[in-house]
Structure formats: structure tokens, C-alpha cells
């Protein structure tokens, strides 16, 4: 975990939490609002990677996160655990933490360990 320390950071933190949670709260149901629900993402997506810091902090599951909502609409299991995972990262966000893969990972299986 990396704690956000600086002003730009702190802020990064935020922006990044109110975007996700915007994300997680707007479901997709249809290919109408799938197709809205990746163009927010991208806009997040344009954001982490403008900010080398904030990106080098973002792990591999909240990558997938941004863009596997299609698959999440398909498999109701898969969307519960990138769920479960995105509840976690938004926890330690709202704390101003950043939470690495590994710390990720272990919410879905203690043993696990990480690509990131």
C-alpha cells in the first residue's frame, strides 16, 4: 500500500475515487449503455495515464476493471468478484491509500499472488 502524501496525490486519490465510483454505480443492462458506460471509462482511462505518478499506482485489477465491463454483464460471478476487489480499492482511495495487486488479490484468495 502507498500512502498519498502529497497535495497532487491527495488529489489524484479523489479524482480517481469519484471516478470509479461513478463507474460502479452505473450498470450497464444493454449494448446502448455499455457502449456510454466505456466512454466514461476511457475518460478515466485518459486521465490515469496523464499522470505517470497515479499511473504507475493503478493496479493490473482496476485496469481490467475499466475494460471488462462486457464480460461482467455475461458472467454474474466475474462481476461479483471485480465488485468485491473494486469495494476494497475504494475503501483504501477514500483513506487516500493505494492498494497494490497483491493486496487485491488476497480479498479474493488469501493464498494468491499477483502478476502486477
Not at 470509479?20 to 490515469?48: G, H, Q
Not at 485489477?61 to 465491463?69: G, H
Request: with cysteine.
Amino acid at each position: 500500500m502507498v500512502r498519498a502524501e502529497s497535495i497532487q496525490m491527495i488529489e489524484s486519490a479523489r479524482r480517481l475515487f469519484a471516478s470509479l465510483l461513478s463507474l460502479r454505480t452505473f450498470r450497464p443492462t444493454d449494448s446502448a449503455s455499455l457502449k456510454a458506460w466505456y466512454a466514461k471509462a476511457n475518460e478515466l482511462v485518459l486521465m490515469i495515464r496523464g499522470d505517470q505518478e497515479l499511473c504507475d499506482l493503478v493496479p493490473i485489477r482496476i485496469w481490467q476493471y475499466l475494460s471488462d465491463a462486457d464480460m461482467r454483464l455475461e458472467e454474474s460471478c466475474y462481476a461479483e468478484a471485480q465488485d468485491i476487489l473494486l469495494r476494497k480499492y475504494l475503501s483504501a482511495l477514500e483513506r487516500g491509500e493505494f492498494l497494490t495487486g497483491e493486496e487485491l488479490d488476497r480479498e479474493l484468495d488469501p493464498g494468491s499472488r499477483s502478476f502486477d
